[in-house]
């Protein structure tokens, strides 16, 4: 299954910037991991006020408790407000079929 997930990441106040630049790092590394896995597929961000930070995904899991699981993991994850669309292909969708 494919899911599109909206993040918000709010840094809690009197967080050290040495730890969001350690969480930063690690997220990174967990992005790409992620990506390697083929369950991180796009990342976008998505236009807001400045100072503000939120970021459009397209996931790939085999269940919601699955994605759960992999957001979870994530090193900003207690940091996130986070929203899960399921996604389920359209007849007129233009990508190609796998055969």
Same mark, same amino acid.
Do not use: C
């Given at each position: 299954?494919?899911?599109?997930?909206?993040?918000?990441?709010?840094?809690? +106040?009197?967080?050290?910037?040495?730890?969001? @630049?350690? *969480?930063?790092?690690?997220?990174?590394? #967990?992005?790409? !991991?992620?990506?390697?896995?083929?369950?991180?597929? =796009?990342? /976008? !961000? *998505?236009?807001?006020?400045?100072?503000?930070? =939120?970021?459009?995904?397209? +996931? =790939?899991?085999?269940?919601?408790?699955?994605? &759960?699981?992999?957001?979870? @993991?994530?090193?900003? +994850?207690? /940091?996130? *407000?986070?929203?899960? &669309?399921?996604? #389920?292909?359209?007849?007129?969708?233009? @990508?190609?079929? @796998? *055969?």
């Amino acid at each position: 299954m494919e899911f599109l997930v909206e993040f918000e990441i709010t840094v809690p +106040y009197g967080i050290p910037e040495s730890e969001v @630049a350690e *969480r930063q790092t690690a997220e990174a590394s #967990a992005a790409a !991991k992620l990506v390697e896995d083929g369950h991180l597929l =796009r990342v /976008w !961000k *998505r236009p807001v006020a400045p100072g503000d930070s =939120r970021v459009l995904s397209l +996931y =790939r899991a085999e269940s919601e408790p699955e994605l &759960t699981g992999l957001l979870q @993991a994530l090193p900003l +994850y207690d /940091w996130m *407000r986070i929203t899960v &669309t399921p996604l #389920a292909p359209h007849p007129n969708d233009p @990508a190609p079929v @796998a *055969r």
